[in-house]
């Protein structure tokens, strides 16, 4: 049995590693945050093909620049026009390779659709969207609920309604949340389509949230999705031997944009924070455990038939 690595409490990690040299392509991905990483890799691939430490990129630098500072920028943290161009002076890119890497800073700049939700939500859920805004395949593992994307709003309120118990949200702020939340459907119809792959395990489906209505619609709402050509939604029955002691986790991952390769994203989830996490090997092991778990799922029909029978013997009101 493999069980995940947990994350320190407050470890949120990023270390791309760049791309092979050799100049980008100017069509660059849709997301702002997708952008910044992107950014980022090339930026210290740059760095580490001239053999530079930080310390010494910023000590030609001078004032104003710190390590601490171009490590940030190299994570994709508040990347400026300006410093970008002051970085590309340092590294000497001229040419086709800097213009288009001034583009990419220029529209990393740019606010994405859920941006305009900030006030509401937490600063690791608007990177989150901001990658499953861009990914070009999403894998998911729920244990507990059913995964955001495929949530219907009844379920999506019922659920945010049961966590202010744990700590109060202003039902205005509540509202906030859910049209956000039906606001990240439109991935799955937008051309071309995310590609998802999702898990749940049995007790997701049995799990309460609001009344037997809430829970019949949300069922039938996942049956439904689960005949779109791009979602393969697959239940881990409660009666088999259980492949993997995991908590639920999301895979990000990202198509090849000219020669840069973005490598996948996985995020887990805590009580009020996700945790991102890159580095290959824990990506790896991530992959492996969702393949593991897919391998033990009933097929997609019969998936669907147990949504379809638990939400008629355990919610459909008589």
Same mark, same amino acid.
């Given at each position: 049995?493999?069980?995940?690595?947990?994350?320190?409490?407050?470890?949120?990690?990023?270390?791309?590693?760049?791309?092979?040299?050799?100049?980008?392509?100017? +069509?660059?991905?849709?997301?702002?945050?997708?952008?910044?990483?992107?950014?980022?890799?090339?930026?210290?691939?740059?760095?580490?093909?001239?053999?530079?430490?930080?310390?010494?990129?910023?000590?030609?630098?001078?004032? %104003?620049?710190?390590?601490?500072?171009?490590?940030?920028?190299?994570? %994709?943290?508040?990347?400026?026009?300006?410093?970008?161009?002051?970085?590309?002076?340092?590294?000497?890119?001229?040419?086709?390779v800097r213009d288009n890497l001034l583009v990419l800073a220029q529209e990393a700049s740019r606010?994405?659709?859920?941006?305009?939700?900030?006030?509401?939500?937490?600063?690791?859920l608007m990177e989150f969207i901001g990658l499953e805004a861009e990914a070009s395949s999403v894998a998911v593992w729920h244990v507990d609920v059913v995964t955001g994307i495929l949530q219907t709003e009844r379920y999506a309120r019922a659920l945010m309604a049961q966590y202010s118990k744990v700590e109060p949200i202003a039902p205005a702020i509540i509202e906030r949340r859910v049209e956000l939340r039906m606001r990240r459907k439109r991935v799955l119809d937008q051309d071309p389509p995310l590609n998802l792959q999702v898990v749940l395990d049995e007790?997701?489906?049995?799990?309460?949230?609001?009344?037997?209505?809430?829970?019949?619609?949300?069922?039938?709402?996942?049956?439904?999705?689960? +005949?779109?050509?791009?979602?393969?939604?697959?239940?881990?029955?409660?009666?088999?031997?259980?492949?993997?002691?995991?908590?639920?986790?999301?895979i990000f991952s990202f198509g090849p944009t000219g020669e840069a390769i973005l490598h996948d994203v996985v995020a887990t989830e805590g009580l009020q924070q996700q945790f991102y996490i890159e580095d290959r090997q824990t990506t790896f092991l991530h992959r492996l455990a969702s393949d593991t778990l897919l391998a033990a799922t009933l097929d997609a029909d019969a998936s669907r038939d147990l949504i379809l029978q638990t939400a008629d013997e355990d919610w459909r009101r008589s």
């Open positions: 049995m493999w069980i995940a690595p947990t994350p320190a409490a407050t470890l949120v990690l990023f270390s791309p590693e760049g791309p092979q040299r050799g100049g980008l392509a100017v +069509t660059t991905p849709g997301s702002p945050t997708v952008r910044r990483r992107r950014l980022a890799a090339e930026l210290r691939a740059i760095r580490d093909q001239r053999g530079e430490s930080l310390q010494t990129v910023v000590t030609d630098l001078g004032s %104003g620049w710190s390590t601490s500072k171009l490590s940030r920028y190299e994570l %994709g943290s508040g990347l400026k026009l300006k410093e970008v161009e002051t970085l590309l002076n340092h590294y000497q890119v001229t040419g086709a606010k994405g659709w859920w941006e305009n939700y900030s006030d509401v939500s937490s600063a690791e007790s997701v489906l049995k799990r309460q949230f609001g009344d037997e209505s809430v829970m019949y619609e949300q069922l039938q709402s996942l049956a439904a999705a689960a +005949t779109l050509p791009n979602v393969n939604l697959r239940i881990l029955p409660l009666r088999v031997p259980h492949p993997v002691s995991a908590e639920s986790f999301v």
